[in-house]
């Protein structure tokens, strides 16, 4: 009888746990159609929070930012990955992998202030640039040990196959290594635009005065108090971020399914 309460207590103490964790989300995506400008007592149903928000230029205009950083730092984190990883000798690789495992180890508050730190004395301007760079930096993080796990497990036999053909390095990455690591940098591509996409920190330190993504406008927002134009984007931005995430799982799942075939 003890442990079927033990079983019961932990099921109720997860299922509180998760409520906990969700109902926050839950209320957020309720209120953001509150008629009531204050949020917290509701007041009716209304989309005129959704109307403001789309009709906002300085909505769009950060979230075009956001869209420019994170398609050009994935991008970006794609082609140095796969090139490290296609292009380094397997001994340096290796021992290289513990550079990238240290910038997803390490808070991302250090990485900011030592990148703002090190563009401070190389005297760059804060701008886009340095932005796509930090957030290019904190995607190899993710994309190099993603693709180096996949790469270390293809068949050799077919790479040296290629060899014996006669076919060169570049040939053998453009027509085999690339179509064999495709669902795994799609996948990695996808997670590290989410990830950018979300970033605040990164963004705040980087950014400097002159250019402002999504994260840092409802920053901005919420500190003069709490507003359901702020409850629409997130709600917005959401469903966004859940529908990559499916996107993600689902090539994940596919992935592993090839694996176990």
Same mark, same amino acid.
């Given at each position: 009888m003890k442990s079927?309460g033990s079983?019961?207590?932990?099921?109720?103490?997860? %299922?509180l746990?998760?409520? @906990?964790l969700y109902l926050?989300?839950?209320?957020?995506?309720v209120?953001?159609?509150n008629n009531?400008?204050?949020?917290?007592?509701w007041r009716?149903?209304?989309?005129?929070?959704y109307?403001?928000l789309?009709?906002? #230029?300085e909505?769009?205009?950060?979230?075009?930012?956001?869209l420019i950083?994170?398609?050009?730092? #994935?991008l970006?984190?794609l082609l140095?990955?796969t090139? @490290?990883?296609?292009?380094?000798?397997? /001994?340096?690789?290796? !021992?290289?992998?513990p550079?990238?495992?240290?910038i997803?180890?390490?808070p991302e508050?250090?990485?900011?202030v030592?990148? +703002?730190?090190?563009?401070g004395?190389?005297?760059?301007?804060?701008?886009?640039?340095?932005?796509i760079?930090?957030?290019?930096?904190l995607?190899?993080g993710?994309i190099v040990?993603?693709?180096?796990? !996949?790469?270390v497990?293809?068949? /050799?036999r077919?790479i040296?196959?290629?060899?014996d053909?006669?076919?060169? !390095?570049?040939?053998?990455? /453009?027509t =085999? =290594? %690339?179509?064999? +690591? /495709?669902?795994?940098?799609?996948?990695?591509? =996808?997670?590290?635009?989410?990830?950018?996409?979300?970033?605040?920190?990164?963004?705040?330190f980087?950014?400097?005065?002159? #250019?402002?993504?999504?994260?840092?406008?409802?920053?901005?927002? %919420?500190?003069s108090?709490?507003?359901?134009?702020?409850?629409a984007l997130?709600t917005?931005?959401?469903?966004?971020?859940?529908?990559?995430?499916?996107i993600?799982?689902? @090539?994940n799942?596919?992935k =592993?399914?090839?694996? !176990?075939?």
């Amino acid at each position: 009888m003890k442990s079927v309460g033990s079983i019961y207590s932990l099921v109720l103490g997860v %299922i509180l746990f998760y409520i @906990f964790l969700y109902l926050p989300i839950l209320l957020l995506i309720v209120f953001s159609f509150n008629n009531d400008p204050y949020v917290f007592h509701w007041r009716g149903f209304t989309m005129q929070w959704y109307s403001l928000l789309f009709n906002s #230029t300085e909505i769009q205009y950060a979230f075009q930012n956001s869209l420019i950083v994170a398609c050009a730092s #994935t991008l970006l984190s794609l082609l140095l990955g796969t090139l @490290f990883v296609c292009y380094a000798s397997s /001994r340096h690789a290796a !021992r290289l992998q513990p550079f990238f495992y240290t910038i997803l180890t390490i808070p991302e508050i250090m990485v900011a202030v030592s990148l +703002l730190i090190f563009l401070g004395y190389l005297q760059i301007p804060l701008g886009l640039t340095t932005l796509i760079a930090g957030h290019t930096l904190l995607g190899l993080g993710y994309i190099v040990p993603m693709v180096y796990d !996949r790469f270390v497990e293809l068949d /050799r036999r077919v790479i040296e196959a290629a060899y014996d053909l006669g076919a060169t !390095r570049g040939q053998v990455v /453009r027509t =085999i =290594i %690339i179509p064999l +690591l /495709r669902p795994v940098l799609f996948s990695a591509g =996808i997670l590290v635009f989410i990830i950018s996409l979300d970033d605040f920190v990164l963004s705040f330190f980087c950014a400097g005065g002159t #250019t402002q993504t999504l994260p840092m406008y409802i920053f901005a927002m %919420i500190k003069s108090g709490a507003s359901p134009v702020v409850a629409a984007l997130a709600t917005v931005m959401l469903l966004f971020s859940s529908l990559l995430v499916c996107i993600f799982s689902v @090539f994940n799942k596919h992935k =592993i399914e090839m694996v !176990r075939r």
